[in-house]
């Protein structure tokens, strides 16, 4: 009942985290790491963290071929690649849990706005499943495509769905300001990643624009059950890892904190990864780091008839790679959280 | 034409920037440090960056006495201190410009409700001028006491005042989400204040209840002509400086850009402090770190009718010792600038 | 075959740490966490990384009654408390692991002097066996009473005893430039320890009078059988774990990389938890954070005869933590990596 | 009395840091910025910190033109560079501070074997003058050429020199363990610099193969009045700024505190800007950080008769454009201290 593994895009930070989290789960037998730029090369010689314990070479990025001889396929690549690379008959072979942004959106026509780029994938668009487990999970389990939500999307929609649900917000106010640690944007020798430049500072970026809200935006609309708009400004944090999504909406008129709190117990009562603080106990991004779990409180704003409320992940774990080893466990019908028992360590 | 001052509360973080800066003012002639817990000790013995620079021993922090022997008095101690040992006979000696947030406030009710401690300073509290420079030059000209506005409000205030002042903005819809470096909670020894405790991780605190609020709000109505609530929440970020206030509101039916960049242009194209990015391109706290500039920029979301404005800081220059000399310089006739034509510094 | 341990000092940060680890240990049942200014509390109001995992409340810190009911003691306490506390009949109860410096040196003057007070409990130290693990194994798993080295100590020491125990150095010429992350100073209110007092600086501290010192000398003085003493500099730099050990030495005339080479091999050949990098390829203290290795590698410095030999550790894990979940390991008979499986993460 | 530069590199770190202080500089009148890679954009688009300060735009890098235009041209270019674009008539015309390499050792066979690169300049290489101000002053004020130190060998060289002077170290015996924040590597987008592979992490490089290791060698050696080779770590600390150099080595059978604080105070007694720590007191980058500062502090390490000395700089002034500076005060005849008053800010 083990199953053999690929992850195409294994040398970046995401990547890089899924062979980490993998190589200790119990139901994975091999693991082929797949990488342009490092074909050949030790795996180790670029995360020597891996030193002694994965020394294999990486392996050339033909998804066909890696699809053939994988039962999972984990893609990692920036977006647009899978969009032309991915076809239906690698879904057939095998389960693909796609890490980039190419098939998250149902319609492609949005995704082809927002990302400036043709979506070559519109034939197997419909087969995607988006693999927020804690939304959908029983399509999940069904599905032989996941694609697998961003870092921003997972942290606000986890942080702002009970509400949307049980009509406790007035679903046209909706603000998220969110702040991301530097390991978000990947590790590419870009000048805005440089240490000086990230290192003592914070700024807002893709304020209105930031390719997450599309994502956002349709999976709330879906809980609502209307169409939804957000405002939304990222913000780029001196931290390695971690997201905290501080929402605002206004409440409904019968919104307290009894039903605030009813809200969130009934969407995640049971869940093993989200902890909820409740009414007045903020999430702070330094007690999920290193886990798969999203802490969730909010406060009241009574004075101005507001909620604020606040979601914290991990942003390499449940906003990429933990999320998607939860979803290859969902969809192999393994224990949710095998592989996934990783204790936040503090300090870290 | 030089002036002799003092500074209680110098071993502070806010006091000893400020004899930082005094020490370099072309008007300054002698600096008085005072301290409670370091009377005695060589200034420097607690800030070495002043070694052979300011040698001086900590004097004690006698009120009346230091008054009498100085042109200029800088109160930098925790609120609650000033209201009791702050007297009209003080004040009818030397200029007083003080760093707390007694006598910001016009209502002494106000006062007591949000700092939970009665206000002992009732009998002089009108004569307190609200030391935001760029909103109130004229008063703080003819001025004798001065308070000098915290370092959230500064940021705040100055962001989003032209908008209301324009009426381009619903003012019943601003929310303020404000990001702050440590050294904003002081050299003082407390858990939440440690390296390991702060580093690495981001936080909201003081949602809904941040003692700047009731500041904010009292400024910003006098601005807009009519009672403002807003919504605020700080944030802890792991750096050593710097405010980011990332303001939202709805649009004024009539609002935009031009419109918006005129309001900005009325209301600070002369200034000195003030740089305007215009839309578009949003500021972040390296670029005005170590200077007393405050930059702001914004972008229009236009899918939401929403402006999103943000403004930058040093908290500890225009949001506190820096500002605190730009009313020192206002209130004695300098050049507004002397002192404090320190341009940021990149990378610092 | 499952064993109850209590830690005595759990709120610390080495204490969390250990109880971090000991939750997921496939052979421990019951954990007690004691505390001394936390009873009653629920640790996880302390430590919320623990939430949902770990909700006990703090127990009391008496020492003896704790004994009585566990098979494995921790005790995690500031030097000095537990030379008065532990007693004859709590080593016989239970096995005990002391993380503190009270037993760790044979010669309890030796202690004294460096410590700067009495030594109160020179009638069980002659049973503490000094758990560095690597160089002690056979003494550690005959043991009742462990002593757990110093994180400088366990890095300094692994790094250098190959060299002296196959005589490849000159051991009089021994010097030690260690840097280590703030978590190093505790969980403890102090000036030094506040984020912008740590924060973009770094310093040296305790050079030459380090209490670590007597500890590394006792240990490489058994390894080369001579008395040596080490110049040794500690430095504190902005981050939160790891602790780099740069050392350099004079080479003995026959030493060249092959004869080091196996003298490493010799040694660590076969250890878990070492992993040896080989000449020309230096650790980082990245590369093991959150695990419980220990990274070595070197360079001859052939122009002045001298080697370059680096260790990098964990603080918080092989220097604290997890050594003594190590030596619990040995002497309770586990497998020596139980609990301590955790693969370094990056970026982290 | 004012003179017109140019910056060649201006958008590098250094050559930013070193525009931003001339742009205060009392007898700077125009200041030309070139840049290889921004021509005709506005300089403050790059380095945002300038805007409303030094909006003009960058000029090209025509070694000779600027030259005819300029009483000193600063050239903050990688090495190798400037051997070749820096011709005898270049040097007629103008005053030339050069803060490359490329000219800072007399001998240009010892350049072309560390650099690994044939040295084009060897023509006017005897022009060069050494510019550590404290150690050439008169020469300085001679030369028509200097080439400006480098960072970790300003530190190395003004730490130890008054040692050797005085001939109370051993001189073979020297250890140079050097500590560098991340700006040391300039604003290049390599992986080796990003956030994520510096922040949180410690590492040492160039061990024994160093550039600036011929550098401290040539100038100790001249100090010393014998050949010295020195071992040489450089360290990667996760900080903006800052150097901090700590150097071991073998006391003289007669260095006692007396001799060693004499033989600093005869080398530094009257410097500006060397502060002397004096016995048991180090320094910390963070005190002279944004300052053109050298302090400098040591231990006696008496138990193995050795003194550990260390120096601290911040690597972008001292280190780089502050000293580019005091070189042209020194040889345009200013104040060596114009443009050079900032003091030291805390915290920053």
């Known amino acids: 009942m083990k199953v053999d593994v690929s992850i195409v895009g294994a040398t970046g930070y995401a990547g890089s985290e899924l062979l980490r989290i993998l190589v200790s789960h119990p139901y994975v037998r091999h693991i082929t790491a797949a990488s342009h730029s490092h074909v050949g090369k030790q795996f180790s010689s670029q995360y020597p963290n891996l030193r002694y314990i994965y020394d294999e070479q990486c392996a050339a990025s033909r998804i066909p071929e890696l699809a053939a001889s994988s039962d999972v396929l984990f893609l990692s690549l920036p977006h647009g690649i899978a969009t032309t690379e991915l076809t239906a008959s690698v879904i057939d072979r095998c389960k693909v849990i796609d890490l980039s942004a190419d098939f998250r959106m149902k319609d492609a026509d949005v995704y082809e706005k927002w990302y400036k780029t043709d979506h070559g994938g519109r034939a197997i668009l419909e087969q995607a499943v988006y693999g927020l487990c804690e939304l959908h999970r029983c399509e999940i389990a069904r599905a032989a495509f996941i694609a697998n939500p961003g870092c921003y999307t997972t942290c606000s929609i986890l942080t702002l769905a009970p509400l949307l649900q049980a009509h406790l917000i007035d679903e046209r106010s909706i603000i998220i300001d969110a ?89 995640y009562g049971n869940e093993r990864f989200i902890r909820l603080l409740g009414n007045g106990v903020l999430p702070e991004t330094r007690w999920v780091k290193g886990s798969n779990f999203c802490d969730i409180g909010y406060v009241l704003d009574t ?33 949710e959280d095998c592989g996934l028992e990783a204790i936040p360590a503090f300090p870290m």
Chains 1, 2, 3, 4 share one sequence.
């Open 303 to 335: 004075r101005n008839s507001r909620i604020v409320v606040c979601g914290a992940i991990d942003n390499l774990v449940k906003g990429a790679a933990g999320q998607a080893v939860q979803n290859m466990n969902i969809v192999c019908g393994f224990a």
């Open 179 to 267: 702040k991301s640690g530097v390991s978000g944007a990947g590790r590419n020798e870009k000048l805005d990643s440089l240490f000086c430049e990230c290192n003592e500072t914070i700024k807002a970026y893709g304020v209105g624009t930031h390719r997450h809200i599309p994502e956002i935006e349709e999976q709330l609309s879906m809980v609502a059950g209307k169409n939804i708009t957000v405002s939304f400004a990222a913000h780029l944090v001196p931290m390695n890892r971690g997201i905290l999504a501080t929402c605002y909406a206004n409440l409904a008129p019968h919104a307290d904190a009894k039903a605030i709190d009813a809200a969130f117990k009934d969407s």
